[in-house]
DNA sequence: AACGCGGGGCC
DNA sequence: GGCCCAGCGTT
């Protein structure tokens, strides 16, 4: 039996129309590719058809601001791609004259662009045999060949991009790389795949042994952290409040947020009172504070649990260097941020 | 090699 | 609650 075309008959069966597969144009599927780094199409397609409509070339995308960029990434996650987006087409219209790279060594330079994404454009733009190695890789090749290296580990990758390598269909790397994704993506899933239909169901080396939850092995990562924000939502006599943009190499970077007091344990009034104080906004000013969300809002990344509290500063005053509440909506936020002003009556 | 980086969906 | 997702950059 042979895997190759055996990925490329079932994919011809059970590809899904997806926009992106209706076009070779790199700056698209480059677009698409690093929307899709660790999320599901159905979270990513929506972004996709924003950015294509909104920045049709990469000129376009150039030209933009990295906020408005942002902004239009806002609710998506790991911000570093947009940055990372952004910083690369400039690249590309700068100094490439807006000619896209056409070989995996081109491409890999980009920012934000690794062995998986310049992979998968130097074989679906431009034909190139390389091969690509993504979750839904490891997942099906480690079942069907039973492969218990740890696949978050040097050696496991090696091990894996190793074996894609001799699999690759020569003649159409194209399909082949889409076809062994979508098979991890559609047939071969994390839980609760249906085996029975399987074009593999006869040699899969973890079926055999009734161990497919067991694959692929991948190395515990530790326990994710509790942080404890504490966000001051400051509200003015001239209806304004204030942001502040997040610096520094953190989480959300270049993303705004209300002004944060972080707190080693879950905040009390006296103790958001006291850091107030550090306040220059509110120097010398009467206002009065209150607790919006008397339940901590616990906001789950896959690092670190953040427990939340808004606070509201109401102020008997004016606040000149404030921003409009009914500007709110212009910056890029975090979806915590987001939320919470779509929820609260301004 | 290990860690930081989002948000949503599934079980 | 834990795990996964068309991974990458930094240290």
Known sequence: MNITKNLINWYSVNKRDLPWRNTVNPYFIWLSEIILQQT???QGLPYYVKFTSKFPTVFDLAKARESQVLKLWQGLGYYSRARNLHASAKYIVNELNGEFPNTYNEIIKLKGVGDYTASAIASICFNEITPVVDGNVFRALSRIYGISTPINTSKGFKEFKALAETLIDKREPATFNQAIMEFGARQCKPKNPDC????FNTKCVALQKNKILEFPVKL???KVKKKYFNFIVILSSDKKTVLEKREGKGIWQNLYQFPLVETKKTANFLE?????KDFSVLKDKSFSLSLYNDVEI????SHQHLHTKFWVVTLDDVLPTGISINKLIEFPVPILIGNF???FNF
């Open 196 to 199: 029975n239909i399987c074009p």
């Open 341 to 343: 002003i779509e929820r």
């Open 298 to 301: 616990v906001h789950k990344l």
């Open 40 to 42: 599901q199409v159905a």
């Open 272 to 276: 958001i009172e006291e850091r107030l």
């Open 220 to 222: 515990k990562s530790l």
